[in-house]
């Protein structure tokens, strides 16, 4: 063995042979860590920290550059040293050793803290009082690499360094691989960010396409990149024209295979979920995208609480990057962009209301958007405005659907008997006709479905004599005509191409359950005939819609019990 003498040891020189190396602090030799401590300067700077070497084993199970990558996170966080301590990771490159406070309103203590001294002339220097500030990354309140990956100044309270278990630490890298690789081949996924493009965009411009993410190739140590990718197929699945283009890997073999619509959404919301639990997507902007887009899915029973949580959570993270408020003059993302994205996350949280029977979360007086007539609206697409408006009127019309009284409720019928636009004048106002043919059944689609839902049928006499006697019933003829007359409309423009969007399947059952209804309410053979014979288009529509969306199985199956039974 050689002999080691430590720098810095006096010696008379009989020592010039031997190996010097440098002495290691207390702690690090207590630990058996190797030591980057300066004995003659103090503690290191805060970039310099200790990483524990990863056994070989350790990468034997990882090919290419994503096995690289999984080392180098097992190297930044997975912490704990040979003698059993944690170590604190690594920083990570893409925070900020500056911290950034997340968005606070006006009304918020910080705020009214920062504006006495605006009114005192007495700003400090470094202190930002505009509503609008830097967005800061996401921190999701779950194991995540954000937290592994976050330096001491950005974590969250109680947050040590051996605050997740090793063997959570240890599975988040393969977790990632997992996700990452859940992607179609090169040459379809091309087709299918043309079909959305084309189909979705034009309606809902939810995703920037200018953005890092999206306008560079690939990047997997970016996985922003594959994240709103895989959004976006799953945002499209639906439509006809990418049935041939659903590739997928195996989980077991790797191999690719076709998949129907339905699997091939199931298999890429569940690599995005667990990619957005474990804290892949750290950029607020970008996870309000990708939730937004993953509303798009839902999978089965718990399928619309699930559709709902995410909705909620893509409204939160909009509100805490400020997007309520107008951009500033050289901001992050221009005005235009905002408004188109609040526009979308409105009508998006108005349509998941209406699917799923839970209140909205978006108020327009909680936003700051244009008025009638500003320059701003010119510069949006007029699928989103029209879009928009049909969401204006879906908001009014919930109100028919909102808790009251149980006396209100159960003593009144309740119709919707303000003056209601014809279809034909808003797609001349909004310039519909100048967009593509199954955008333009897709947006009559939802009016359709919204008319329907405008009148909302009396309560059974069983139920209603609960209620007080002798209160009049407001006039209904109008609402119930127009019911009647929609729900017929909505069963001829789904034998039409339309944009596959949430609430297609919704109006299918929309059209069957006022085709039922009509079918035991009246009296008349040929009307009953009539009645039947849109129940039974209704339950074609449906079973045709079966492969694509869960929602349609179910209200099939269901309508078809009912209709036998009144047959």
């Excluded at 990632?176 to 090169?186: T, V």
């Excluded at 091309?190 to 809902?204: A, C, G, N, S, T």
């Excluded at 750290?282 to 709902?308: C, I, K, M, N, W």
Aim: with cysteine; aromatic share 6%; net charge neutral.
């Amino acid at each position: 063995m050689k002999r080691i003498r430590f720098m810095g040891d006096r010696g008379d020189g009989s020592y010039s042979k031997r190996k010097q190396v440098k002495r290691a602090c207390d702690s690090c030799r207590t630990g058996k860590r190797k030591c980057h401590h300066d004995l003659a300067g103090g503690a290191p700077p805060h970039h310099e920290r200790n990483v524990p070497e990863v056994p070989a084993t350790a990468g034997t199970a990882l090919e290419g550059h994503e096995g690289r990558r999984s080392i180098n996170h097992q190297q930044q966080e997975v912490a704990r040293s040979p003698g059993g301590t944690y170590e604190e990771p690594t920083s990570s490159p893409l925070y900020s050793l500056t911290p950034i406070a997340p968005f606070a309103g006006p009304s918020s203590a910080h705020s009214l803290l920062l504006s006495a001294y605006t009114s005192s002339n007495m700003t400090p220097t470094g202190l930002e009082t505009g509503p609008s500030r830097g967005l800061p990354p996401s921190r999701l309140l779950r194991p995540s690499f954000q937290d592994l990956k976050a330096p001491s100044s950005e974590r969250r309270p109680g947050v040590a360094p051996g605050y997740l278990p090793f063997l959570v630490r240890a599975i988040l890298p393969y977790l990632e691989i997992e996700c990452l690789q859940m992607l179609p081949p090169q040459e379809d996924l091309d087709i299918l960010m043309q079909v959305f493009r084309q189909e979705v965009h034009p309606i809902l411009p939810i995703v920037d396409f200018t953005t890092r993410a999206l306008s560079g190739p690939i990047d997997r140590e970016n996985p922003a990149t594959i994240i709103l990718r895989q959004a976006i197929c799953l945002a499209v699945c639906k439509n006809a024209s990418a049935r041939q283009h659903l590739k997928l890997p195996e989980t077991e073999t790797g191999q690719l295979s076709f998949q129907k619509p339905r699997e091939f959404a199931d298999k890429l919301f569940g690599a995005l979920k667990i990619a957005m639990d474990i804290g892949l997507v750290d950029d607020r902007l970008e996870l309000v995208q990708v939730l937004a887009l993953a509303t798009f899915h839902s999978y089965g029973p718990d399928g619309d609480d699930e559709v709902a949580r995410l909705c909620g959570q893509a409204v939160h993270y909009a509100y805490s990057s400020g997007l309520h408020y107008p951009s500033p003059s050289g901001g992050r993302i221009s005005e235009v962009r905002r408004v188109e994205l609040l526009y979308s996350l409105f009508a998006l949280d108005k349509i998941i209301a209406m699917v799923t029977g839970r209140p909205a979360i978006m108020r327009e007086t909680e936003a700051y958007l244009p008025a009638q007539g500003d320059t701003i609206l010119k510069e949006l697409p007029p699928g989103l405005r029209l879009l928009f408006r049909l969401s204006q009127m879906l908001n009014q019309v919930l109100d028919l659907y909102r808790p009251r009284a149980p006396d209100e409720a159960l003593g009144e019928e309740w119709a919707w008997q303000a003056s209601w636009p014809e279809f034909e004048d808003l797609a001349i106002e909004y310039e519909l006709p100048a967009m593509r043919a199954s955008m333009q059944t897709c947006l009559e689609l939802l009016y359709h479905a919204i008319s329907v839902l405008s009148y909302r049928p009396p309560q059974p006499p069983a139920v209603r004599s609960c209620g007080p006697e002798g209160l009049p019933a407001p006039a209904t003829q109008i609402s119930k005509v127009r019911h009647s007359y929609c729900a017929q409309r909505i069963s001829f423009l789904l034998s039409l191409e339309t944009t596959m969007l949430p609430f297609v399947p919704y109006a299918a059952s929309l059209s069957l359950t006022a085709a039922l209804r009509n079918m035991q309410q009246t009296t008349l053979e040929s009307t009953k005939r009539l009645a039947k014979d849109d129940v039974e288009r209704s339950l074609r529509v449906l079973a045709e819609l079966t492969e694509t969306y869960w929602h349609a199985e179910s209200a099939g199956t269901i309508g078809r019990q009912l209709f036998q039974t009144l047959s």
